[in-house]
């Protein structure tokens, strides 16, 4: 399974807000200057996640963007599946499709998707931003 950069760039623009989140909204250039992303993109991506209701845009001077909720509320297996549609791989086939090796090989790649998807929904953005935080403080103590 293969994680677009349109997938990639929502989690990153997410976690930038939910790890920036000081009550006011944060606006796109300042996100794309922190992570490196163009910003006509990143309004692409904001524009399917406001629609999603996992982001609210607030208009005017100090408008931008913020969680509609908290971190814990969005697991990273919602958020792609948001931007990107499915988590399935392109090359599965049905399970009566073709013989019984065709079969047995299949149910690895279904049994692997499962597992695949078990993991993104465990892992939330609080989960991200605690790995960010002790990432930071570890490079700060060297």
Known sequence: MLISSRGQYAIRILLDLAIHENGEAINVKTIAQRQDLSEKYMEQILS?????????????????????????????????RTVDGPLIPANQQPESAGNPIDQVVNELWVNLQNEIEKTLDSVTLLDLMNSYNEKLCFNYTI
């Open 48 to 80: 399917v996640l406001q629609k999603a209701g996992i982001v609210v845009s607030t208009r005017g001077y100090h408008g931008g963007y913020h969680l509609s909720g908290k971190p814990e509320s969005y697991s990273v297996g919602t958020i792609l």
